[in-house]
Nanobody, 124 residues
């Protein structure tokens, strides 16, 4: 079992930045493929970014490329999502997720563990 705790959300003006964190505990979190998803009101949960376990490779949905950066600190079992140049359409609850299979996946059902979500609100 892995427990994930997301944090770092908040209210920010358009063009601002936020850094989300996801702390993993339980079974070694550093061996998991990690992802960030978001869900806006009335919409389905969508893939945002992901990072592999070792020699990390990163993946992004097109709408956040060049604005968001995913990274991980395996010594601290923590994954980060640095979000810059935020837009009102980035407003959503952001969830971190862990996948035991270390291959890219963008569908929520491919992930095995989920954090509780952190709200990001971007005002115009």
């Amino acid at each position: 079992q892995v427990q994930l705790v997301g944090s770092g959300g908040g209210l920010v003006q358009a063009g601002g930045s936020l850094r989300l964190s996801c702390a993993a505990s339980g079974r070694t979190g550093s061996s998991y493929f990690m992802g960030w998803f978001r869900q806006a009101p009335g919409k389905e949960r969508e893939f945002v970014a992901a990072i592999s376990a070792l020699a990390p490779r990163t993946y992004y949905t097109d709408s956040v490329k060049d604005r968001f950066t995913i990274s991980r600190d395996n010594a601290r079992n923590t994954v980060f999502l640095q979000m810059n140049s935020l837009k009102p359409e980035d407003t959503a609850v952001y969830y971190c997720a862990a996948r035991t299979t270390n291959t890219i996946a963008t569908l929520p059902e491919r992930y095995d563990y989920w954090g509780q979500g952190t709200q990001v609100t971007v005002s115009s």
